[in-house]
């Protein structure tokens, strides 16, 4: 089985720029969450939407972070314009399960390093 | 709110050494618990999980139990190997709502063994 995959894997942009995310899930997996790694810590939930539909973005910051997931299936994850502190990795992840279940594993992607200057 | 507090690495430790990685949490409901490992290079895997109070987990050597009580889920390994080098995160699972539910991360904890 193919894992998650997510591309780049690094890039470097100045601040104010625009960057752009892109995830491909486990096939037939139903959920996808978007998650932000700043170094020193854990990860933190962006989004997460079930099938092409948000299920969860309440720690999004919507003034200059957008998701979306066409057809259920890709997702991409934008920042316009970038801040400093955005400097992170950002983590995709899939789950077969159709709802976020209590017991359903997620699957982690490598993540994008980011790093603003 | 829900949260986890892990042990502030790094920790480093001779191959063949006793390892216990503390983590407790705080939750509004009853959480199920998991351990995920981060080796260089990689994405988050699941470790081991449990989802009821005196479960234990357990997978490639590591184990931990959920003590409700204590509101504890320790991880241990006998006895550690180079291999095991590697971010050790422990996190809880509760309803964020309806049926749904939200994975949350403690910090994390460099774990580095040498030969």
């Known amino acids: 089985e193919a894992g998650v995959a997510q591309s780049p894997r690094y890039k470097i942009i100045e601040k104010r720029q625009s960057v752009a995310f892109w995830c491909n899930p486990i096939?037939?997996?139903?959920?996808l969450y978007w998650y932000q790694q700043i170094l020193g810590q854990g990860p933190k939930l962006l989004i997460q939407?079930?099938?092409?539909?948000?299920?969860?973005d309440s720690q999004l910051p919507k003034d200059r972070f957008s998701a979306e997931r066409l057809k259920g299936v890709d997702s991409t994850l934008k920042i316009q314009p970038a801040k400093l502190e955005d400097s992170a990795v950002y983590l995709c992840?899939?789950?077969?399960?159709?709802?976020?279940?209590?017991?359903?594993?997620?699957?982690f992607g490598n993540g994008t390093r980011l790093t603003v200057t | 709110g829900d949260s986890v507090t892990q042990m502030e690495g790094p920790v480093t430790l001779s191959e063949e050494a006793f390892l216990t990685i503390n983590c407790t949490y705080t939750?509004?409901?009853?959480?199920?618990l998991f351990w995920y490992v981060q080796y260089p290079g990689e994405g988050l895997q699941l470790l081991l999980k449990?989802?009821?109070?005196?479960d234990k987990g357990s997978n490639k050597g590591f184990e931990a139990t959920y003590r409700k009580e204590t509101t504890s889920f320790h991880l241990e390994k006998g006895s550690v190997q180079v291999s095991d080098s590697a971010v050790y995160f422990c996190?809880?699972?509760?309803?964020?709502?309806?049926?749904?539910?939200?994975?949350?991360f403690g910090k994390g904890t460099l774990l580095t063994v040498n030969p």
């Open positions: 996190a809880l699972s509760v309803s964020s709502g309806g049926s749904n539910y939200k994975l949350t």
């Open positions: 939407f079930q099938n092409n539909g948000v299920v969860d």
């Open positions: 992840a899939s789950s077969l399960a159709r709802r976020a279940s209590y017991n359903s594993p997620l699957h």
């Open positions: 449990a989802t009821k109070a005196d």
């Open positions: 939750a509004t409901g009853y959480p199920s």
């Open positions: 096939s037939g997996h139903a959920t």
